[in-house]
């Protein structure tokens, strides 16, 4: 189950997770009639595009692919030097003066959702534009009051919010791991997303992280080539489905 989303969308929501291990041409069938009796509105599913379930996807009505996204990662350890600009400062929300901050909070708030130009919630037409908009909204919201030490703010020589980004870090097996969760400028053609993506690198380099990860739509080429040219590589390719009940 789904607290967030059932709470947002005010109907029951699921994740379907499965053994990959087994297949049988029935199993979505199954999966439909499972959340049916749980009362499930809308339930998620991520599929990797090598993974031989796509195959029956088409079969079944119910699941429609409404994204596809490109996984990235960049070994840290060999990541290069920091590229760095006079007068820029990268810094985390949390660090800054409280006179700073709001303003801060308000532009990344405002900006964060039109970011989100390309995902499975407003590529579903089951879903108004109002509420996937809603979706990153609340979910900015959220990471400002719980993570703003994981929103790092890149200012230029004015003291101006030119670009942000926000990181979501985990230990994986006593490997320390890094995901970006989002990025965006807020003054184009700048090169700010490059500063404010390799300072953020530095920063968990010198703090002991390995693995550097990102995701993207595939439509989304200015992404894509942010991350290759700063040293990612693509590893994967993810399908994201809904299944309407």
Same mark, same amino acid.
């Given at each position: 189950?789904?607290?967030?989303?059932?709470? @947002? %969308?005010?109907?029951?929501?699921?994740? !379907?997770?499965?053994? @990959?291990?087994?297949?049988?041409?029935?199993?979505?069938?199954?999966?439909?009639?499972?959340?049916?009796?749980?009362?499930?509105?809308? /339930?998620?599913?991520?599929?990797?595009?090598?993974?031989?379930?796509?195959?029956?996807?088409?079969?079944?009505? /119910?699941?429609?692919?409404? /994204?596809?996204?490109?996984?990235?990662?960049?070994?840290?350890?060999?990541?290069?030097?920091? !590229?760095?600009?006079?007068?820029?400062?990268?810094?985390?929300?949390?660090?800054?003066?409280?006179?700073?901050?709001?303003? =801060?909070?308000?532009?990344?708030?405002?900006?964060?959702?039109?970011? %989100?130009?390309?995902?499975?919630?407003?590529?579903?037409?089951?879903?108004?534009?109002?509420?996937?908009?809603? $979706?990153?909204?609340?979910?900015?919201?959220? !990471?400002?009051?719980?993570? =703003?030490?994981?929103?790092?703010?890149?200012?230029?020589?004015?003291?101006?919010? $030119?670009?942000?980004?926000?990181?979501?870090?985990?230990?994986?097996?006593?490997?320390?791991?890094?995901?970006?969760?989002?990025?965006?400028?807020? $003054?184009?053609?700048?090169?700010?997303?490059? %500063?404010?993506?390799?300072?953020?690198?530095?920063?968990?380099?010198?703090?002991?992280?390995?693995?550097?990860?990102?995701?993207?739509?595939?439509?989304?080429?200015?992404?894509?080539?942010?991350?290759?040219?700063?040293? %990612? !590589?693509?590893?994967?390719?993810?399908?994201?489905?809904?299944?309407?009940?």
């Amino acid at each position: 189950p789904l607290e967030w989303d059932t709470e @947002h %969308f005010n109907f029951p929501c699921y994740r !379907i997770c499965y053994l @990959h291990a087994q297949y049988k041409e029935h199993l979505l069938s199954d999966i439909y009639d499972f959340l049916k009796k749980k009362g499930v509105r809308l /339930a998620f599913l991520r599929l990797s595009t090598e993974d031989p379930l796509r195959v029956y996807m088409p079969k079944h009505p /119910a699941f429609r692919l409404c /994204a596809t996204k490109i996984m990235f990662k960049k070994d840290l350890n060999k990541s290069g030097p920091t !590229i760095e600009r006079k007068g820029l400062s990268l810094r985390a929300l949390a660090d800054l003066p409280v006179s700073v901050i709001k303003k =801060a909070e308000n532009k990344i708030i405002k900006i964060g959702p039109k970011l %989100f130009i390309y995902n499975h919630f407003k590529s579903d037409d089951k879903i108004s534009r109002r509420q996937a908009a809603g $979706v990153y909204h609340n979910w900015l919201k959220n !990471i400002i009051k719980s993570r =703003a030490e994981d929103v790092k703010c890149l200012f230029d020589t004015s003291n101006r919010l $030119v670009a942000f980004c926000i990181v979501k870090k985990r230990n994986d097996l006593g490997k320390k791991m890094a995901l970006l969760e989002l990025i965006g400028t807020l $003054v184009k053609g700048k090169n700010y997303g490059t %500063f404010v993506l390799r300072g953020t690198e530095t920063g968990l380099q010198e703090s002991g992280y390995e693995i550097f990860y990102a995701n993207t739509d595939v439509r989304n080429y200015l992404a894509q080539n942010l991350f290759t040219r700063n040293g %990612f !590589i693509s590893y994967r390719t993810i399908d994201e489905y809904h299944c309407w009940i």
